[in-house]
């Protein structure tokens, strides 16, 4: 019997910790601390147009990327104060 390990194959659409603080950074550094929610979807969401294979995020995914981005631009706004 031959042992076989399944791995789960990476999603093209996972961004890392890194990745994640960096859209933070450059809509901070592009909008400021002060945007609604609204907003910074809308600035995100240009911003993902221009990363390969992004424009085209399954709608599920986008939400829960819009939404990690939502709670980690709170979270920057917080820590570091206002840009």
């Known amino acids: 019997m031959v042992a ?3 791995t789960k194959s990476p ?3 996972d961004l890392t910790d890194d990745q ?3 859209l933070v ?3 901070r550094e592009g909008s400021g601390d002060h945007l609604t929610r609204s907003d910074l979807n809308d600035r995100i969401l240009t911003l993902l147009e221009d990363i390969a294979g ?3 995020l399954p709608a599920r995914r986008r939400r829960k990327l819009l939404h990690l981005l ?3 631009y709170q979270l920057a706004c917080r820590r570091n104060g206002p840009r």
Do not use: G, K, S
């Open 20 to 22: 994640i603080d960096m």
């Open 4 to 6: 076989v390990m399944m």
């Open 54 to 56: 992004f424009e085209t």
């Open 25 to 27: 950074a450059m809509t």
């Open 11 to 13: 999603n093209p659409y």
């Open 70 to 72: 939502w709670l980690r």
